[in-house]
């Protein structure tokens, strides 16, 4: 099979199974760090612990903490009430405690306060004066502070993810916050979505739809929901892909010969040109910096990794290692390349350091897809399948730290946003 058939028939393999309703997102846990952080996070002081919960929650499925039960341990407020020694006792370095309060005009007033019980010192602590309906929002962003604290870089925790799902006779493109809840879905449809990718502002998606009967490029706003197709040229579009400051997208057609690399505006308009030849040039990606546009050809004889000038120019090869790697997605520092290797008859993630060359293969799956970073670049979200089955998964950079986020349907190409 050529990479172009691949590429489009990768919605086709979804038609076989009439699946159940949609369900919550549940997440496993298959691997974790080797030295995790011992963190307690105390009950808040509320009639409804939800934000504590979800607290607990996130750092638990990050594998980086370990969570310490405080058991009968008072809720403590203020700095002068925390009792550290009993919490070094349960084996707990640092402490998470809050308060949420009921606030005018059906508010929540939320507070929380992160404590280093080693050193005896408050690390940080923030109100929060929300909506009631953004406590868990809230929340994700308190687990993110806690993450930044204690592991000196940001959590992903506030993200979203958008993702394809088969349910039925249908397609659904829905977006989520990283633990499954508060889904939303931003297009239905009964032919296949494909390729959904964030706008660098996180507020609109680009995405591939088959209901025009052949694949058709489509930019949605997620507020207003209002969509454009914004690359419906002749023969196939696809593989759209946001220029940094959201300008421009990257697309791959095949308007005037075989698959090509091409930049449009975002709004739609004249496609420009950028690779030519007879090879097949598709699946483009920006560097973080714009200079670079990283695409897959089989100019060599077998689907490989390429880079070549943002506004075209001589491509150098990247990828040496197998006979086929595809789907580049660049690390949001530029520093590595995500992206599929085969081995055997399996497909696989795999990273490459960029200015070393090496490269290292990050799961045992038979058929691992769509890999992109999180925005702390140290997670990959990729899409696989278990049981026959498409589910979400994601994979630390060291391969180390594994999950399974499973929603009640056939999932294939997750996107983080920014």
């Known amino acids: ?113 992160l404590y280093d019980t080693v050193r005896r010192t408050q690390l940080a602590g923030f109100r929060y004066v929300v909506p009631a309906a953004m406590a868990r929002v809230t929340a994700h962003r308190i687990a993110d502070l806690v993450h930044d604290k204690l592991v000196g870089e940001p959590g992903n925790f506030s993200g979203r993810i958008a993702y394809v799902v088969k349910l039925g006779g249908r397609y659904e493109l829905q977006v989520a916050d990283a633990d499954g809840y508060n889904t939303h879905v ?22 591939v739809s088959f209901e025009q009967k052949k694949p058709v490029v489509y930019v949605q706003d997620l507020a207003s929901g209002r969509r454009k197709a914004v690359a419906n040229f002749r023969g196939s579009n696809y593989s759209p892909a946001w220029s940094p400051d959201g300008g421009k997208l990257a697309i791959s057609l095949s308007k005037d010969e075989t698959a090509q690399i091409y930049l449009i505006p975002a709004g739609g308009g004249a496609a420009r040109r950028l690779t030519r030849g007879g090879a097949l040039d598709t699946e483009p990606a920006f560097s973080p910096d714009g200079q670079w546009i990283y695409f897959t050809s089989d100019r060599g004889g ?26 580049p997605a660049p690390s949001p520092d530029g520093r590595r390349l995500a992206y599929i290797r085969r081995e055997g008859g399996s497909f696989r993630v795999a990273v490459l350091d960029l200015e070393s060359g090496q490269s290292q293969v990050l799961t045992d799956g038979h058929q691992d897809e769509s890999p992109t970073f999180t925005p702390n670049g140290r997670t990959i979200v990729y899409a696989t399948q278990v049981r026959g089955r498409g589910v979400l998964a994601t994979v630390s950079v060291d391969g180390r730290i594994r999950q399974r986020l499973t929603i009640a349907g056939d999932l294939r190409e997750p996107a983080w946003s920014p």
């Open 302 to 327: 077998s689907p490989q990794i390429y880079r070549m000038p943002a506004e075209g120019g001589e491509a150098r090869r990247l990828t040496y290692e197998g006979s086929y790697n595809v789907s």
């Open 1 to 113: 099979m050529t990479l172009l058939s691949r590429l489009l028939l990768l919605a086709s393999l979804w038609l076989a199974a009439a699946l159940p309703a949609h369900a919550g997102m549940t997440i496993e846990i298959v691997g974790a760090a080797a030295n995790r952080i011992p963190v307690a996070v105390a009950p808040f002081q509320a009639t409804d612990d939800e934000v504590a919960e979800v607290v607990r929650a996130d750092l638990r499925r990050s594998g980086l903490f370990d969570l310490v039960d405080g058991g009968a341990l008072a809720r403590p407020g203020e700095a002068q009430t925390v009792e550290y020694g009993q919490w070094r006792a349960r084996g707990a370095d640092a402490l998470v405690v809050g308060q949420v309060e009921r606030a005018a005009g059906g508010r929540l007033d939320i507070r929380f306060r």
């Open 186 to 207: 931003v297009v239905r449809s009964p032919e296949p979505i494909i390729s959904p990718v964030w706008s660098p502002n996180g507020a609109s998606l680009a995405y």
